[in-house]
């Protein structure tokens, strides 16, 4: 069985950048595609980009095309989130979640994936 541990949450305030990581426990994540995922307060969960297993294409909700970016680490076991230009509107929990060999085909509504990291908050806010 395969875990993820998504982390590096914080308070920061709007225009401020902060960057997520999701790190994979035991294995590698190069066959795995990665996808990030947002709960705002009292709202669904919802994805907002996924890079595919390749690492060759990324596909982005436009709430955060420009401004967030999803990048494989050195090690092969860790993916990052660079968010940048931050807002009040993406405070909430942060989620990664990772799935074998996927071309992330209709990611914003899979809820079934290898796995999901436990979430990590996000605050943004004057």
């Known amino acids: 069985q395969v875990h993820v541990v998504d982390s590096g949450g914080g308070l920061v305030q709007p225009g401020e950048s902060l960057r997520l990581s999701c790190r994979a426990s035991?294995?590698?994540?190069?066959?795995?595609?990665i996808a990030w995922f947002h709960q705002a307060p009292g709202k669904a969960r919802e994805g907002i980009l996924c890079?595919?297993?390749?690492?060759?294409?990324?596909y982005y909700t436009d709430s955060v095309k420009g401004r967030f970016t999803i990048f494989r680490g050195d090690a092969e076991d860790s993916v990052y989130l660079q968010m940048n230009r931050l807002k009040p509107e993406d405070t909430g929990v942060y989620f990664c979640?990772?799935?074998?060999?996927?071309?992330?085909?209709?990611?914003?509504?899979?809820?079934?994936?290898?796995?999901w990291g436990r979430g990590t908050q996000v605050t943004v806010a004057s």
């Open positions: 890079m595919d297993n390749s690492g060759g294409t990324t």
């Open positions: 979640a990772v799935e074998a060999f996927y071309y992330c085909a209709g990611y914003e509504k899979k809820f079934r994936w290898d796995a």
């Open positions: 035991g294995f590698s994540l190069d066959t795995y595609a």
